[in-house]
């Protein structure tokens, strides 16, 4: 069982930057390939990006893609997203994810990935 507990949410303005963080319980952390996600009110939730298990490969849906960077350090068993040039419609809730894998698939479907945290609220302002 994996315990993962996002923080770092909160409210910024638009252009601005927030850096979230996903902490795992996992003493394999680095056995999985972690993925962000966000909710957003009456939407779906949607693929932000991925990260392989050795910071290797990464992947990312194209509405973040050169504005949001993912990033892990299996020494501390946590994620990161760092987000810039935050955008009304990037208002969401936003997971992290953990699926058990060997070989990095950059995986965007939720149901893929085993383990779920919280949830953290990002808003926007414009």
């Not at 849906?61 to 504005?67: E, F, H, I, L, Y």
């Not at 350090?73 to 994810?97: F, G, H, I």
């Amino acid at each position: 069982q994996v315990q993962l507990v996002e923080s770092g949410g909160g409210l910024v303005q638009a252009g601005g930057s927030l850096r979230l963080s996903c902490a795992a319980s996992a003493r394999t952390f680095s056995s999985y390939t972690m993925g962000w996600f966000r909710q957003a009110p009456g939407k779906e939730r949607e693929f932000v990006g991925a990260i392989s298990r050795s910071s290797s490969s990464t992947n990312y849906a194209d509405s973040v893609k050169g504005r949001f960077t993912i990033s892990r350090d299996n020494a501390k068993n946590t994620v990161y997203l760092q987000m810039n040039s935050l955008n009304p419609e990037d208002t969401a809730v936003y997971y992290c994810a953990a699926r058990l894998e060997w070989i990095f698939t950059g995986q965007t479907m939720g149901a893929q990935y085993h383990y779920w945290g919280q949830g953290t609220q990002v808003t926007v302002s414009s």
